[in-house]
């Protein structure tokens, strides 16, 4: 069965550190895999989503990058973090052709 | 552009009985499909029920039935014999072809024994 793993599930850094979210999925090959971001009380909004390795798509201009090193890998950056960075951060995939996605569990950033 | 609209920000309901959840949708493509996502406290995003623009049927998943109203553009939830595990925060989506998925804003259900 296939699974989805995000790490850190929390994580609290200063303004204007570096960050690196990780995402890997198991059990499934060339899946599309997205990026989201969620502000408090909020709906999703999809930032980044990659249909191959090294095909990354940005939906919101920012200061996050993505970059996707292996079939199975989705990372999520920033040089600088900015106070409006902070939120919960879902990493998602669907099955190539599929519609249905799948969530991992998360990981919640606080910016100070 | 795709826009999905929930316009019930919380909801209370009695334990056993049924709740519809709101949502109406917006966009030009012929070929779309609608989702509802269950969060609980913990956060994890959970899928409950897909319906395809072209399904004739509504989509039931076990106690979930989604109400389909094409010409009005509505895709409620319906979550019948509510139990106390049903309290979440509940989320419309909907997908064009390019299978990227847009959010409302959520519902919070809150389920009362």
């Known amino acids: 069965s296939q699974t989805i793993h995000q790490w850190p599930a929390t994580l609290v850094q200063p303004v204007g550190s570096p960050l690196s979210l990780e995402c890997t999925v198991e059990?499934?090959?060339?899946?599309?895999l997205y990026w989201y971001r969620q502000a408090a009380g909020r709906g999703l909004q999809l930032l980044f989503y990659s249909i191959g390795i090294g095909q990354i798509s940005s939906e919101v201009p920012q200061n996050l990058s993505a970059s996707r090193p292996q079939d199975r890998q989705f990372i999520l950056s920033s040089k600088k973090l900015l106070l409006s960075d902070s939120g919960f951060y879902l990493c998602?995939?669907?099955?190539?052709?599929?519609?249905?996605?799948?969530f991992g569990p998360g990981t919640r950033l606080t910016v100070t | 552009a795709q826009k999905i609209t929930q316009t019930q920000p919380g909801m209370f309901v009695q334990e056993k009985e049924a709740v519809t959840l709101d949502c109406t949708y917006d966009?030009?493509?012929?070929?779309?499909?609608l989702f509802w996502y269950k969060q609980p406290s913990s956060g994890e995003m959970i899928f409950l029920i897909y319906?395809?623009?072209?399904?004739?049927q509504n989509a039931t998943e076990g106690r979930y039935s989604l109400n389909f109203q094409k010409a009005r553009k509505s895709a409620n939830l319906v979550i019948s014999a509510s139990q106390l595990g049903d309290s979440a925060m509940y989320f419309c989506a909907m997908s064009t072809g390019d299978y990227k998925l847009s959010f409302g804003a959520g519902t919070t259900v809150t389920v009362r024994a």
């Open positions: 059990g499934t090959s060339n899946p599309n």
């Open positions: 966009t030009s493509d012929q070929s779309y499909g």
């Open positions: 319906q395809g623009s072209y399904d004739e």
């Open positions: 998602a995939w669907s099955v190539e052709g599929g519609v249905e996605q799948y």
